[in-house]
């Protein structure tokens, strides 16, 4: 069974930066798309950013420009990095991935504070 472990959130003023690291352990199947979903304060999850084995990257639009996102697949594991961050980023960002077999995991979430 997958299971991912987030790491790098924490506490950064606006304008500042962050660097959040999810590794995937225990995978017996191929990961083909990793990715990132934030919930912010009185919102929904949202998907950040998605990137697939071949390379091929979503971002949303709310981020594009500021975040990037990452993946190295010899070590299964996915980046985010997160640039000129606004207080409207704040929330707690969960990693997921899905397999060659369309399963899905999800890890605990990492929480991000950006003060003004």
């Known amino acids: 069974q997958v299971q991912l472990v987030e790491s790098g959130g924490g506490l950064v003023q606006a304008g500042g930066s962050l660097r959040l690291s999810c590794v995937a352990s225990g995978v017996l199947v191929t990961i083909n798309v990793m990715g990132w979903h934030r919930q912010t304060p009185g919102k929904q999850r949202e998907l950040v950013a998605t990137?697939?084995?071949?390379?091929?990257?979503n971002t949303a639009d709310s981020v594009k420009g500021r975040f990037t996102i990452s993946r190295d697949n010899a070590k299964n594991t996915v980046y985010l990095e997160m640039n000129s961050l606004k207080p409207e980023d704040t929330g707690v960002y969960y990693c997921?991935?899905?397999?060659?077999?369309?399963?899905?995991?999800w890890g605990q979430g990492t929480q991000v504070t950006v003060s003004s």
């Open positions: 997921n991935v899905v397999d060659y077999l369309n399963r899905e995991t």
């Open positions: 990137i697939f084995r071949s390379g091929s990257v």
